[in-house]
C-alpha cells in the first residue's frame, strides 16, 4: 500500500510542472519565466552552460563550469547565472551578468572545443558604449553558433 501511494505521488509530481509547493519545476518553463520569454521568442537555450569574463586577470581566473544559462530571442541574449552560484559570482565580481541587445553584439568567433563544450569569443557595447568581450562554453556551440548568426544578420539588414 504505502509502495503503491509513493509511486502515485513521485508520478503526479514527475508529470506536472509544478511541485507540491506550487513551484514550477520544469525546465525549459523556468527558463522562459526567469529570463520573461514567450516560447515564441526563444531562439537557442542552454540551461548549463559556462562563461568567462574578459575585463580584467581577476575574471578570467575564475571558472564557471555549469553555472550558467545562456538564452538568445530575437531582441537580446541573456547571459546569467543559476540561483546556486550566483552569490559567488557577485561576491567575486566577475562580470558575468549581461543583458545584451541583439543590435549591440558586434562579433563572436568559433575557438574551438574545451573538454565538452565548444568555446566562442563574444564581442559587445555595452549600453554605456564600450567595447567588451566575453567567453561563452556551451554543448550546443554549433546551435548557438548558427541561430546568432542568423539573428544577428537580421538585425543589421
Known amino acids: 500500500m504505502f509502495r503503491s501511494l509513493y509511486l502515485y505521488i513521485s508520478n503526479t509530481i514527475h508529470n506536472s510542472n509544478e511541485n507540491i509547493c506550487g ?4 525546465p525549459l518553463v523556468m527558463i522562459k519565466n526567469e529570463a520573461n520569454m514567450d516560447s515564441n521568442e526563444i531562439l537557442f537555450c542552454e540551461h548549463y552552460a559556462a562563461a568567462q569574463s574578459l575585463k580584467s586577470v ?4 575564475a571558472s564557471t563550469y555549469g553555472c550558467m544559462m545562456i538564452v538568445l530571442s530575437s531582441t537580446t541574449l541573456t547571459i546569467k547565472s543559476h540561483w546556486f552560484a550566483k552569490w559567488a559570482i557577485r561576491l567575486f565580481q566577475l562580470d558575468l551578468f549581461h543583458e545584451i541587445a541583439t543590435k549591440n ?9 574545451w573538454s565538452k563544450y565548444g568555446k566562442v569569443e563574444l564581442h559587445f557595447q555595452t549600453v554605456e558604449g ?3 568581450k566575453i567567453f561563452l ?7 548557438f553558433f548558427d541561430k546568432a548568426t542568423d539573428t544577428i544578420q537580421q538585425c543589421n539588414t
Do not use: A, P, Q, S
Open 23 to 26: 513551484r514550477v519545476t520544469d
Open 105 to 113: 553584439i558586434t562579433d563572436f568567433v568559433e575557438k574551438g572545443k
Open 137 to 143: 562554453y556551451k554543448k550546443k556551440f554549433r546551435d
Open 58 to 61: 581577476w575574471t578570467r581566473l
Open 130 to 132: 564600450k567595447d567588451f
